[in-house]
């Protein structure tokens, strides 16, 4: 049990001639928090979809608890795949599915189906009430608003109690209430389930209440890695420059904040 | 010019990639299949009840989806067809010879052995490998496809095997549906535009078992072609909806084209293999 529960070394993945991730590492350890931040479009989601194997890298080599994830076929990923929980960007719900049954999918497909109906339908239910959705059971996904969205995706990546959870932009498009409770669930979430959590977030503020460290991506690569207490006082300029920048206000994440940060890299 | 070549060559190589592909979709469908009757036979009683009662019924809906809401199309279009067919037939006769005796036999054996299969899976190609390619394309682009797959499931035993035993178990019946109304549709014109005798029209002795095998044949395979092909360029939409809507014009045209070069195949190995005695 002493493997990290991810190690990544020396990945790289281009799209065509556009370079994503270029020779990075990262390495996590089982049980810890790490938050993964960066300017748009510097390659988080494509990582987080890597270390699923969902996308396969040019070159490196990706280990998740201890299994070696590159190359590997479909078929051999699924009991790996079941011990992770994901949430995408853009929720990826099922929209022929409800509410509860988006939930329950991964019951129903995981563990070799051995649980019962009974079981699904109370661990569901118990996930639903936690993330505030109780009474939206028999709702399609269509019929929901972009917060409800994000918590069935949360409900759906924690259900099964997975071993590794990532969360992709927990909080992207919620009010600062809302967003605090969500980060206050997982960590509820994690405490109970000692899970090793890689989380993605451009409200540093709110991630670094949440995870133990935060990594910084940057010109495909990551650039630091520090405590996140005190990201905002992290010794890389860079770093400092994109936190404090998002902390001007809400609305220039990807605005001022990041044209600052390009002049002062020239 | 050496330009040129290589846009040949690169052109030529995604194109051979993409048969490749297809290919192994088909393969992983049927090996789907297998593991979905296996898995039937082992976990009779106990466990992953709720897995295998949503997989029977996703099968239930494909059945009624592909097969149930199909029926009105195939019966107007087939219909039509056979009248069409037996009006020129009969007119053309008509100025030669003048006999419609043998009108009503050879337009069944032509129905039996060709029309009726190859008619009905022109059809279902564009009304079903439009829907399948639509359905699995924006899945695939909204991520549901990774959605899926992080569960442990295989996209292609979730999505394409049930379409794929829908599709071929419909094939059978809306073609023997359709070869039927055709036929029928063919004696009615020929009764009431040139007096054609229905006993004589509806003449069976000419019919094979060859002619039936021949069917069969040919119905299941437009039947399994029309799922494969269409759920593999719904698999292979990128992007935005303008990737859905290349994978659904891609899955239309490439379904109807399996159905013609199947057609093809299948007609010249039955030719060959009865020595022209068909
Ligand atoms: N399937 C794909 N095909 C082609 N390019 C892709 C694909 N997925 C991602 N990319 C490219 O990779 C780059 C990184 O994308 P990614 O989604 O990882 O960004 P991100 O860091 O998550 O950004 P954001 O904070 O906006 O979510 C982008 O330039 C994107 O265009
Ligand atoms: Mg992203």
New binding site residues.
């Given amino acids: 049990m002493t493997e990290p529960a991810i190690r990544i070394s020396e990945v790289h993945k281009a ?1 065509g001639s ?1 370079r ?1 991730l270029d020779g990075i590492s990262l390495d996590l350890a089982r049980g810890t928090k790490l938050g993964l931040i ?1 300017p ?7 990582l987080c979809k890597l270390v699923c194997g969902l996308e396969q890298p040019d070159r490196g080599e990706i280990e998740v608890f201890g299994e070696r994830i590159v190359g590997k076929r479909e078929v051999d990923l699924g009991p790996l795949r079941r011990r992770i929980g994901m949430l995408f ?1 853009n929720y990826a719900l099922f929209d022929f599915l409800t509410v509860e049954q988006n939930v329950a999918f991964p019951l129903e497909q995981g563990a070799a189906g051995t649980l019962s109906a009974e079981t699904i339908a109370e661990r569901v239910a118990a996930r639903l009430r936690a993330v505030g959705l109780a009474g939206s059971e028999a709702k399609l996904t269509a019929e929901l608003s972009g917060g409800m969205k994000k918590r069935v995706g949360i409900a759906r990546a924690t259900v099964a109690d997975a071993e590794l959870v990532i969360y992709d932009e927990p909080s992207a498009g919620l009010d600062p209430v809302t967003t605090q409770k969500i980060y206050d669930l997982l960590s509820a979430d994690q405490a109970r389930t000692g899970a090793t959590v890689l989380a993605i977030s ?1 409200d540093v503020a709110a991630l670094a209440g949440f995870v133990d460290e935060i990594a910084f991506l940057y010109d495909h690569r990551v650039v630091y890695r520090g405590p996140a207490a005190t990201i905002a006082d992290a010794p890389n300029a860079l770093v400092r420059q994109f936190v404090r920048g998002d902390l001007e206000g809400p609305l220039d994440q990807a605005g001022p904040g990041m044209a600052s940060l390009d002049r002062s890299i020239k | 010019m050496s330009n040129r070549i290589e846009a040949l060559g690169s052109a030529a190589l995604s194109l051979v990639r993409a048969g490749v592909e297809l290919w192994r979709v088909y393969v992983s469908t049927i090996a789907g299949v297998m593991r979905g009757f296996s898995r039937r036979k082992d976990r009779r009683g106990h466990g992953g009840r709720a897995r295998q009662s949503r997989a029977q019924s996703e099968l239930v809906r494909q059945l009624h989806a592909i097969g149930n809401k199909s029926i009105v199309f195939i019966v107007i279009t087939l219909g039509a067809l056979g009248m069409v067919m037996t009006y020129q037939a009969c007119l053309q006769l008509g100025r030669v010879t003048g006999d419609y005796s043998q009108v009503g036999s050879q337009l069944l054996r032509l129905i039996i052995s060709d029309f009726g299969p190859t008619l009905t899976a022109m059809m279902l190609a564009t009304r079903v490998g439009a829907g399948i390619a639509a359905e699995i394309g924006s899945m695939k682009v909204t991520e549901q496809i990774d959605a899926l797959r992080m569960s442990g499931v295989l996209p292609i035993d979730y999505l394409i095997v049930p379409r794929f035993i829908a599709c071929l178990v419909m094939m059978l019946m809306l073609a023997v549906l359709g070869s039927a109304v055709m036929y029928a549709a063919g004696g009615l014109t020929a009764k009431y535009s040139f007096g054609v005798n229905p006993n004589t029209f509806f003449d069976l002795s000419f019919i094979r078992p060859r002619h039936l095998v021949l069917f069969v044949v040919k119905c299941l395979a437009y039947g399994a072609a029309i799922p494969i092909v269409a759920g593999f360029c719904g698999l292979r939409a990128r992007g935005s909806s303008e990737g859905v809507g290349w994978a659904t014009t891609a899955a239309v045209i490439g379904s109807s084209f399996a159905v013609i070069v199947l057609d093809f195949i299948l007609s010249a190995s039955a030719l060959w293999l009865t020595g022209g005695d068909l």
Avoid: D, M
């Fill in positions: 799209y556009r994503v960066g748009a479009a510097s390659g988080k989601s494509v960007q451009s």
